[in-house]
């Protein structure tokens, strides 16, 4: 694990609430020379604690009204197949192999009920190798920023 010091990790705070905050800006609000935000950035760049710089688009204003979980259960066999054939489908966004009752967590977006409803019952529903599956309309979110907080 990479050892970071506290000026780093206020670094990386501030930029996971805005990664387009200028570096005067960034270096203004933590009280830090702008030369040594910037060095401090390049070097969080090189050493791979940042690994790129995004956008968070917002779905709901392009149409995207529902959002849903899938927990599935397959056959390991068939491990790639599933997963590859997940990835053609349109909607799902994220597929995340875990631990507990599901082998995998797969995140969707539909722009309505009944699309999401196909989706599942028409695509995931018929993929070889998908044994079973649970599906979770989310009904509303709260997030946060990560808070990389200093050490004490």
Known sequence: M?????LDLQILSELSEDA???VPKLSKKIKVNPSVVYSRI???VKRKLIERFTIVVNDQELGYQVKALAGLNMDSKQRDNVIDE??????????AEVTGRFDILVTMYAKTLDEMHRLI???IGRIQGVISSESFI???TRTKSMPYMPSK
């Open 86 to 95: 997940l990835f053609k489908i349109d909607g799902v966004r994220e597929i």
């Open 121 to 123: 019952s028409n695509k």
């Open 138 to 140: 989310e009904m509303k």
């Open 42 to 44: 390049k070097r969080l």
């Open 20 to 22: 387009a905050i200028s």
């Open 2 to 6: 990479a050892k970071i010091d506290d």
